[in-house]
């Protein structure tokens, strides 16, 4: 398995979803003064600066976020994301702390981030940017509460009947007030392989979107009806012509732009003979570690970010981290 945790699999909440269908959860919440609220639009989350000058999450009190943002993706905009269950109430000691039950973490889920009112060091910031910079309490709060904005922005019709359908269980559900019928947040799997061959050298790909010296390594959707293990096989071959034999599965990370979930995996080659599509994949290459570390230093090859799961198995096969570029 990769050895560390991937920055956007990390949480320190107790998603509490045996409590979503209660009817007074989020009149409870929104009342409860130690209920904190974080601010999140189109994939990015409010954030200010945390200890040692790593971002942190604005955590704002339920009242504090529905005056400063007035609107919402959603009818009264709120998305219940869990109890933390590690770190107590924020800023308390364990004397203050006592037997009080730990906060609780809303969304507040904004269409106009313009009319947001953010305070004096706040900002609006990209989970894809700041995901792998984030303590693991809120890079899981920032992922969930991302991945349900985006849900919520592309499903306000029933996919049956076209009809309005309306938020329950505290935001995770949307009923279709026509047939009543319940629709849930989307999950797309998705396969990303570190393809390595017999002299234990990376494939690494470029996109046909992307600049010519930005690499990563390859990925696809699953299909219907279709196993991970041949996805895996499947892609590698669509997008490069390489042969795949085992596969071994390293870890999964959430990835909500807007509804992915990337797991991860070793592939052996059996081929090394290079063919790109050039649909989706304008060049691919093999990579001994020494070029690869050499080609980064340099800044002839550009890798993912440290948010993605891509960096963390390009990371496992090189044996630590890559340097930056000098």
Not at 57 to 83: N, R
Not at 181 to 195: F, K
Request: negative net charge.
């Amino acid at each position: 398995m990769i050895a560390t945790e991937l920055p956007l699999a990390r949480t320190r909440t107790d998603r509490a979803g045996d409590l979503r269908t209660r009817p007074d959860l989020m009149s409870a919440l929104l009342t409860d003064p130690t209920t904190r609220t974080l601010l999140v639009h189109d994939g990015q989350v409010v954030t200010r600066a945390g200890g040692r000058g790593r971002p942190a999450l604005a955590l704002l009190t339920a009242p504090e976020a529905a005056l400063l943002a007035p609107g919402a993706t959603v009818e009264d905009g709120w998305a219940f994301l869990g109890y933390d269950d590690a770190d107590g109430l924020p800023g308390a000691s364990p004397a203050e702390q006592g037997d009080r039950e730990p906060p609780a973490y809303l969304a507040r889920l904004v269409t106009d981030p313009a009319a947001v009112v953010l305070l004096a060091g706040d900002t609006w910031t990209s989970l894809r940017e700041i995901g792998g910079d984030l303590s693991s309490r809120d890079a899981g709060l920032a992922t969930s509460a991302v991945a349900l904005s985006e849900w919520h922005a592309r499903h306000p019709r029933c996919p049956r009947c076209g009809q309005p359908t309306r938020v329950v269980q505290a935001g995770w559900v949307r009923r279709c007030v026509a047939d009543g019928s319940e629709h849930y947040p989307r999950t797309d799997p998705a396969v990303i392989m570190a393809v390595v061959d017999d002299e234990d050298r990376l494939l690494l790909g470029s996109s046909t979107a992307w600049p010519r010296d930005r690499f990563s390594t390859l990925a696809g959707f699953v299909e219907a009806g279709e196993s991970i293990e041949h996805a895996v096989r499947r892609e590698v071959r669509e997008e490069t012509g390489v042969v795949i034999g085992e596969v071994q599965y390293r870890g999964s990370q959430p990835w909500p732009f807007p509804a992915s979930l990337m797991l991860g995996f070793r592939a052996q080659a059996l081929t090394t003979e290079i063919q790109v599509d050039g649909a989706e994949i304008a060049q691919a290459r093999w990579f001994a570690r020494l070029e690869l570390r050499a080609a980064v230093r340099s800044g002839a090859v550009r890798l993912p970010s440290r948010t993605s799961i891509a960096r963390g198995l390009i990371e496992e096969w090189y044996g630590g981290e890559l340097p930056d570029p000098l």
